[in-house]
Structures are given as C-alpha cells and as structure tokens.
C-alpha cells in the first residue's frame, strides 16, 4: 500500500515536472517574440561592463575637432588647406597610420584640394573615411555611398566609418568592413585594429574598455603645436569631430554619448585586445536553473520560503559566472531567459505550496485590510469634523478634527450630551427617532460664552444603520441605527463675509461711507429731498498738501492724518450730514440746504475752521491746505451725476491757486469736457502731423546779430484750430505725453536747424516731467546720433520749477548730458521759485531772464537792480545772460548799457517756421 502511494506521488511530480517545462519554454518563446529578454540582457551587460574597467592600449590617439577649434577657426566646412597642414604636422611627428573620419567626397576649390591631396602624398600614410547614408531624411530605401575624391584616393587607403544601430537604438557592435561599389573596403576600426581577417560582419564592441581616457588633442592645438613632444609618434591618429554643432555623435551603452571618431578607436581597441565581444550561452544558463529548479520538485525539501531563498541564490550564481565568463573571455552570456525561468518556477512555489485558493484568499485580506487603513486614514484626516452616534446617545467614533473642535482628547465612549453642544445633541436624537424618512439638511448655529467671541459651527446629521453580529440562529440579520454628524467651524467664513459686505459699503482707514456706498445714500437722500421740496448740496473737499505730507513722514502718518479728519467729520460736523471717504485725499458731504448761497458758503467755512486745525500725531504738528468745490441740487440729478459736478468744482480749485472754494457752474462742465477732448486729440497728434516748430531768434545786443533761436512747440487740430502751448502743455505734462511730444520737438528741431545757411545754436525747452518720467539721456543722445546734429549748438531750456524736487539723480543726468556737449540755460528766471542755492549746484551756461524785468521800459529802478545784479551773479559763475521781451529800440540800448550780452523779443523778430527763418538769415548774410 506504501508502495503504490509513493509511486503515484512520483508520477504527480513527473506530471508536474512536464507541465513545468511546457510552460516554461511557451513563455521564454513569447518574451523573445515581443523583444522583453534581449531588453534585459542588453542591462545586464552594460552593467556587467560598468564594473568591469579596462584602460586604452595607448596605440590611438585622437585629433579632436572640437567647439573650441571650431570657435577659433571660425568656419564649417574646415578648408582643406588646414587639413592639409595638420597631415603635414602628423606626418613630421612621425605618425604611424593617419585616418580622417571626415567626409572628403565634395569638391571644395581646386587650390584647397591640390594642397591637401599633395600632403596625402607627402605623409603615404593617409586614410580617409567612406560611408553609405539615406538618399534623404526620411530615411526611405535608396542609399547614397560617399567617397572621397578621385585624386585623395590616389595616395590613401579608403576605411568604413559606418556603424550599425541595434534595436534600442544604441551602438553595440562594429563591422569589420562593408562592401562599397562592389569592392569589400576594410572599416576603419579593423584597419587600425590590425585585423587581418574577412572584412565582412561584424564584432561586439566591449564597453569596459575606459575609452573616455583615450588620448585627445585638440586640431587647433595640433596646427599651432601646443602638445607635449613625443605624443603622436609611432602613434595611429584618428581626425574626428566631437562638436555639438556637426552631430557627428551616437547613443552608446555605459559611455551614454559618443562621438563616431570615438566609436571608431573604440572598435580598434577591442580587437587591439583581443576583445571582440561574441553572444554565447543563453541555453547553457536556462538548462542549469531549469535542472536546479526540477531538483527542488524531485527532492524533499520543505518550506517555500527556503525554495525561495535557494532560487534567488541560484540567479545571483547565475549572474557572477556571467561576470567572471564576460571578463575573462570576449564572451557575452544572455541569462534574461535564465532569470525568467527562475521567475516562473518561483511563482510555481508559491502556488503549489501555498495553494491557489489560498493565495487568492491571501491577497483579497491583504486588500480588505489596505482598504480598511484606508478609509481609517480618510475619516481622521477629514477637514470636516465627523462624530458618530448611536441610539443610546454614546460616541461611538470620532475624528481628530471632531477633538479639536470640541477640545476634546476622549470623545468616543463618551455621552454625547457631556461633550457636545446640546443643540446638535437634539438634533441628532430628532434624526434617529425620524427613522428612514429623514432627509439631511444643512444647519447653522451660533456659539458663545462668556468673555469668548461668537462661533459659528455648519453641521449636517444624516442617518445610518450598521449590522450587528447575530447572537442566536435567526437568518434575519440584526442592525442598529446611527447618526452621522459632520460638521465644521465657519466662524472665519461667517467673519470674511461680514468684513467683505463691510469693505463693499466703507472704507477700511476712516470708517467712512466709500464712494459706492456714498452713491447708494446719496440716491436715497434725493429721493427724501425730492418728496419734501427741499435741496441738497454736495460738498467734495481735498487735503490739497496731502501728497507732501506722505512724502515727509511716510504712509503711516496718511492714515492717520485720514483717520483724525474723519473723526473730526463725524464728531463735530455729522448733523444731518452723511459723509464718505471718496479716495485718499477727497472727502465728500451731502446735507439738505436752502437755496441761500451764503449759507452753503458758513457751512463750508465751518468745515475749513474744523479740518483745518493743526494735527499731533506721535509728536509731529501737521497742518493741512483744504480746496472745496460744491454742487447745489433739488434731487432730479443722478448721483454720479451730482459727484461729476462737484468734481469738476474741486478741479478747478486745485488747479487755480487764486481760488479755494468754487461752487459748480455749467460753463465748468464745458471746460471740463474741452479739456478731455484735448487730451483725447493730442495723443493722436503726433500721428497726424498736427505738431510744429515755430522759431525765435536769440541775438547778440552788440550788433544784432542771431546766433541763435528757440523752439517753440505749437499745435493747429482740425477740431479745436491753433491750441495754445498755455492749454495743452500743462495737459500733455499731467498724462506723461510730454515725454514723446518733446522727443518729437527735439529730432524736429535738429532736423530743421541743419537746413539753415548758418549754424545757429538750438534752444529746446525741456519739462520736469521729461526728467522724472522719461530717459532723457537716451532720447537726447539718441536724437542727436539719429540726426548728426553736433551737440554744442543744443541748449536745452529748463525752469525753476524743477529744482522743487531736487535730487541727486537729477544732477547726474543733467551732467552727463553736459558730457555729450549740451548746454542748459536756466529759463524765466526771476518768477516762480527763485533760489539762488541751486545755480552753483548744476552746469549752467546761460541765464534767461524773464520778460517781466523790461515790460515797463526799466521804469522800476528795482528791475534794473535785479538785471544789475542777475548780470553780477552770472559773470561771477562764468554764465551768460540773455532778457526775454525786448520789444523797442530803447530796451534794448539800455539793456546794452547795463553790460547785457544777448537778448530776445519781438523787436528782433517774433516766432517764425523754419522756411522764414531761413529766409530772414539769407536776407541778413
């Protein structure tokens, strides 16, 4: 009976045996019909070849055309010229064998290729590279053969340099020749290699030879003779390109990148050392696990693991025989199928010891638990606060986020009603004594306590049931009901919102209504006025210093100057009075009036007396400079209307310096609506050839001679005629046009004045703007190149008003501008901001003294002391001066008298175009 047991247990394990190895060789066939195991084995080897390193034989030596080569020698194509001076070089040094991988097969001009093919001659030594290539990119059938010309062929040897691209599109192997034209032409590999056998096939390429420490010489190195003595004797040379930029290179194991010269010395050492790789032994491996693997079944070893162990030891055994066969012999052992095999029969294992059913059962707990982790996971790492209860009212679980929120550390086990605010306690008892028919809904309710700000917790209860374990042999399965409360703090939500309803009424600094909520009561308030009869007025105000406040002491003190205007606002001056903040230095009122204009006019003064009042803040005394404009309505106005209108007031006040209250008139609105389009037309001047240069002489008093003129920017527009400089330059400064209309006035200027018969100096104004927010040096010196004008015939013209934000930044420019040969003149001195601090600080060469000083014929005696001591003052500085508005003969005699050197005015000639102007200088030569 023992007997027969043991023989049917022999025949199962034969019988598996047989299923085994069908299985197996059904496999190793499909992993080398899809490429899976020549993949592995091509790792492998490049592996086994990394930890195997091999040095150079020292017999090759490279000539490297590399980008430092190209760089220098500054052209692709090299000429064949420099070819032929480095064969020339190689050959004095007594090179044994010279191979260029270099393409030869194009004629270059006949010179060039005379030169080289004599130094082939000369050197006898030469070889030069022959290759066959796609006939086009697409890489379709037809090949084209290169080869190097007929008369280069007639002294040197022709070499392969081509070499063949594996499936993972990597180099591998090497041909030892390929057949060219119908002749078996030797590659260059095998030819430096000293191969002396058939030059057809192909050799495997050992990468373990560390071909990146081959000797390399730079060509440009070469032609110049900086290499140590002695390196290229009785040495084989390889002229090859290493530069990116002729994509002479190839993807290779181990090395990653190699250039094809390089691929080609590395082809000479492997058979230099005998290297020449072969495949062997792939069915060797796979017979010595398959044996090691039908053991395992055939004996009595037990224990899958230890059969585990002994397979994973077999395949490292595997693998450093594969090492050790690799490095001693030029053998390469493919053992992708080996190590499948072992894949496969530890699988079997498995299988068989553990059962399938049972592996299948395995793997489904190992899921349930994973998913059980989890989902574990996913509850207490919920940004939501989850705690679930059961119909006894006790916490059955609860999240971290749920002790958080309820500074808990013990929520489960607890009594819900101990730990849990009692609203969402009745609520999850309403929704389990609901039953099925419950549908969740979203809440909101409000915490507090004492001395605590309130909270706000959005929560939702929705109803379960879970199965419980069955105490008796009922089939009914027994559940239990259970409330799922989910719920989260909003208090920061809830707060946010509030602050952004806030935000969209008042503003954040003052507390004050904003311009949007301002609109919305000043609609309302007309509509009161409206049904009562009654008027309204609307008063905006606007801290006219407020800017040079932020400028001396900073932002922090705008704030607070804003806070404490508003609070003076709102404690002294809120009776029947709503007011808003309408941007950072404008505040805006609106209070019923009667239509007495003077009444209007003692509220507004009672605004000033209390605003006005010197501030302390932090120690600093702050006054502040109010301008008002005012609008008076019954109501039938819009509101954007109403704030329009006494905008346009307030404008007008703080553009005019002689005014500080205005109460809005109709003809206001038309000056407004003139100025927009203005400025709407002069950005499209400059397009449309409305601009032009009108010019006035600048004289020598002594003999009334011009030495030079002013340009005088003008504008005629097809809307509005001839605008006055008076009206639109101010605009053009306030919207930064001024910076592309006075480079246009500059290149106009330069243009025209070297059209004149004589040549006159140009003066050009120049605006505070033009310094501030333009670059002034590139425009001036880009207007000067662009037209040839010789800078010592520019002045350029600037007024007090710039100094008033005197800087070092504008003293730097004003003299490089000096450096280039400009001049500045210092225009209308006399009015405005006279200081006399700021002349020594900057490079002036002239002082134009305003018209003023000479409009009374010098019947003020004070203005010829002023022109007396303006004359003093400037020869003191080395400057010159010249008046403006000299109008008579008189003026102009007494001026001389006094010692003044230059003059301008009508007497002299009154602003001209530049065709006049050269017209008057042809009359006066």
């Known amino acids: 009976m023992g007997a027969q047991i043991w023989q049917d247990i022999g025949k199962l394990r034969v019988l598996n045996v047989g299923l085994f190895v069908i299985l197996a060789v059904a496999a190793l066939f499909l992993l080398r019909v899809f490429g899976v195991s020549g993949s592995i084995d091509r790792f492998l080897w490049e592996t086994r070849f990394s930890f195997d390193q091999r040095s150079v034989s020292g017999e090759i ?49 006949p010179e060039d290729d005379r030169i080289f093919a004599d130094a082939i001659e000369r050197a006898g030594n030469v070889s030069l590279a022959v290759f066959s290539q796609s006939a086009s990119a697409g890489g379709d059938a037809t090949k084209v053969t290169n080869v190097p010309l007929d008369r280069f062929l007639e002294n040197a040897w022709p070499v392969v340099v081509m070499v063949p691209m594996e499936t993972d ?27 002396t056998g058939n030059a057809a096939g192909s050799f495997g390429l050992d990468y373990s030879i560390a071909i ?44 990653d990148i190699l250039p094809g010269s390089v691929i080609q010395a590395l082809g000479a050492e492997t058979l230099l050392q005998k290297r020449a790789m072969t495949v062997q032994g792939e069915w060797m491996a796979v017979f010595l696990v398959s ?20 397979l994973c030891l077999a395949a490292l055994v595997i693998e450093v025989l594969a090492f050790g066969i690799q490095k001693s012999s030029p053998i390469l052992v493919p053992t992708a199928s080996a190590h499948f095999v072992l894949l496969f029969a530890a699988a079997s294992v498995v299988v068989r010891e553990l059962g399938f059913h049972k592996l299948l059962s395995h793997i489904a707990t190992i899921k349930r638990r994973n998913s059980e982790r989890m989902l574990g996971q996913v509850f207490d790492d919920s940004f939501d606060a989850i705690v679930v209860i059961d119909k006894e009212g006790r916490i059955t679980a609860a999240n971290s986020t749920a002790r958080t929120l309820f500074a808990s550390d013990a929520l489960v086990g607890e009594l819900a009603r101990s730990v849990l605010p009692l609203a969402l306690v009745e609520e999850t008892i309403a929704v389990l004594a609901a039953g099925t028919e419950c549908v969740a809904a979203p809440r909101t309710i409000t915490l507090s306590g004492e001395g605590l700000s309130q909270q706000f917790i959005e929560f939702v209860v929705t109803r379960s049931e879970r199965t419980l374990a069955r105490k008796d042999e009922r089939r009914d399965l027994e559940t239990e009901a259970l409330a799922c409360l989910t719920c989260r703090d909003v208090t920061e939500e809830r707060q946010a919102t509030e602050r952004l309803r806030y935000l969209a009424r008042f503003d954040p600094i003052t507390d004050l209504l904003n311009r949007g909520g301002f609109e919305k009561d000043l609609t309302r ?57 309408i941007t950072a230095d404008v505040f805006a009122g609106v209070f019923p009036c009667e239509q007495s204009n003077d009444r209007i006019l003692s509220r507004i003064e009672k605004i000033r007396r209390v605003i006005c009042e010197d501030y302390s803040i932090e120690g600093a005394r702050i006054s502040v400079q109010l301008k008002f404009g005012f609008v008076q309505s019954d109501g039938r106005n819009g509101s954007e209307d109403l704030l329009r209108r006494s905008g346009n007031a307030l404008a007008k006040a703080r553009r005019d310096e002689r005014f500080e209250v205005l109460r809005f008139e109709p003809e206001m609105g038309a000056a407004l609506q003139r100025r927009r389009k203005l400025e709407t037309e002069l950005f499209k ?38 605008v006055s400089p008076v009206e639109f330059i101010p605009i053009a400064e ?163 008298e006094l010692g003044c050197p230059l003059g301008q005015g009508y007497l002299f000639g009154r602003p001209m175009s530049a ?9 006066a030569a």
Not at 218 to 243: C, M, N, Q, R, T
Not at 807 to 822: I, P, R, T, V, Y
Not at 915 to 923: G, Y
């Open 61 to 109: 030596v490279l000539v490297d055309i590399d980008a430092r080569s190209l760089g220098e020698l500054g052209v692709w194509p090299l000429p064949r010229r420099v070819f032929a001076q480095l064969t020339d070089r190689l050959a004095e040094e007594d090179a044994r064998e010279i191979v260029f991988d270099v393409d030869f097969s194009a004629v270059s001009n």
């Open 734 to 896: 306030e919207n930064g046009y001024i910076v592309e209309l006075g480079a246009w006035a500059l290149n106009r200027g330069m243009k025209e004045a070297l059209g004149w018969q004589k040549p006159l100096r140009l003066s050009v104004n120049i605006s505070p703007v033009q310094f501030t927010r333009g670059n002034l040096v590139t425009t001036v010196s880009e207007a000067l190149e662009r037209n040839r004008f010789p800078a010592d015939r520019l002045d350029l013209e600037v007024t007090e008003s710039l100094f008033l934000g005197d800087s070092q930044d504008l003293k730097f420019c004003m003299e490089e501008l000096k450096a280039f040969g400009c001049s500045f003149s210092l225009d209308d001195f006399g009015t405005g901001y006279s200081s006399l601090g700021y002349i020594p600080k900057f490079p002036f060469s002239k002082i134009k003294l305003d018209q003023s000083f000479v409009r009374q014929s010098f019947s003020n005696e004070k203005d010829v002391a002023v022109i007396e001591a303006v004359l003093h003052l400037a020869r003191g500085y080395g400057m010159s001066v010249l008046v403006e508005g000299i109008e008579t003969p008189d003026q102009a005699s007494k001026l001389k």
């Open 525 to 581: 308030l007309m509509e009161e006025v409206q049904h009562q009869g009654r008027d309204l007025c609307l008063v905006q105000f606007a801290v006219s210093n407020f800017d040079q406040i932020i400028a001396t002491l900073g932002f922090s003190y705008g704030d607070r100057i804003r806070q404490e205007i508003a609070a003076r606002l709102k404690s002294h001056l809120s009776l029947e009075t709503t007011w808003s903040a």
């Open 169 to 195: 599109s990597r180099i591998w192997r090497n041909l030892y020749g390929y057949e060219i034209e119908g002749v078996s032409e030797v590659s260059a590999s095998a030819f430096l290699g000293d191969h």
């Open 212 to 255: 990146d420490r081959l000797p390399r010489v730079s060509l440009v190195d070469v032609l110049h003779g900086a290499y140590e003595p002695g390196v290229f004797a009785e040495k084989k040379i390889i002229i090859g390109a290493s530069a990116l930029e002729l994509r002479d290179l190839f993807p290779v194991p181990v090395f």
């Open 685 to 722: 001047a400059i397009a449309r050839d409305e601009l032009r240069l009108e010019y006035q002489p600048l004289v020598n008093l002594e003999d009334n001679s011009v030495f030079g003129t002013e340009a005088l920017l003008r504008w005629q527009n097809r809307e509005f005629g001839n």
């Open 291 to 310: 044996v090691i693997f039908l053991l395992l079944l055939m004996t009595k070893v037990e224990g899958w693991v230890i059969k585990i162990v002994i």
């Open 915 to 923: 065709i006049d102007l050269a017209a008057t200088l042809v009359k």
